[in-house]
């Protein structure tokens, strides 16, 4: 596609649910990123992938939080028992090889957990 | 541990200079990136220091000292468009991935 799309752009779920957010890359993007970024905070680095490995999980926030990515392209977010704490904008971003290139940014999946 | 600090706020009238400095402190560097995020977009890729000295990109440049860890943006003859926040962010840590600083947020007056 011309960019990194995310899906879905809006969700709103209840306290305890899990909640899946899909974001695919540009293609030929090598590396995927997801941040959270609060409202009117900087951007939290989540995790990475280079192909479909994750170098280091170390930026998920806790175990409920988890990441795939197939076939070196769509990446999936699972946050597991949700919290209200997890609300956010979660920013999906891939890049041609290392992080300090250029990252494309997709619009972000606003989740609201109540 | 890792972290960037940037001035949360800047405002500044139209047509004039701003700098935005950024300092860091990470394990490991190999250079520092400038991100531009509007209200209610995603961040968009201004430039990326890794060299020192200043590359200049149209009305924007950016400015990069290893010695002192430290590092700016420089806008200059601002328009209303530039009212946005900025990040500064660093590329090096173990984990191979950009840490960003919290973001400054300028507002371009008339």
């Known amino acids: 596609g011309a960019g990194v799309s995310q899906s879905p752009s809006n969700k709103v779920t209840e306290k305890g649910k899990d909640v899946e957010l899909r974001c695919d890359p540009i293609?030929?993007?090598?590396?995927l990123y997801w941040y959270r970024q609060s409202l009117g905070q900087g951007l939290e680095f989540l995790i990475y992938f280079q192909g479909n490995s994750a170098p280091d999980k170390s930026g998920l926030p806790s175990d409920r939080f988890s990441a795939e990515r197939t076939g070196g392209s769509v990446s999936t977010l699972t946050i597991q028992r949700t919290q209200q704490e997890d609300s956010a904008v979660y920013l999906c971003a891939s890049s041609f090889g290392e992080a300090y290139n250029e990252q494309f940014f997709g619009p972000g999946t606003r989740l609201t957990v109540l | 541990g890792q972290s960037l600090e940037q001035p949360s706020e800047v405002t500044a009238v139209e047509g004039a200079i701003v700098q935005i400095n950024c300092t860091y402190q990470?394990?490991?560097?190999?250079?520092l990136s400038w991100y531009q995020q509007h209200d209610g977009g995603a961040p968009t890729f201004l430039s990326y220091?890794?060299?020192?000295g200043l590359e200049e990109t149209g009305r924007f440049s950016s400015f990069l000292s290893r010695s002192d860890s430290y590092g700016y943006l420089l806008l200059q003859e601002l328009q209303m468009k530039d009212s946005a926040s900025y990040f500064c962010a660093a590329f090096g840590g173990s984990q191979g991935n950009l840490i960003f600083g919290k973001g400054t947020k300028l507002s371009v007056k008339p």
């Open positions: 293609s030929g993007h090598t590396a």
């Open positions: 990470t394990s490991g560097f190999y250079g």
């Open positions: 220091n890794a060299l020192d």
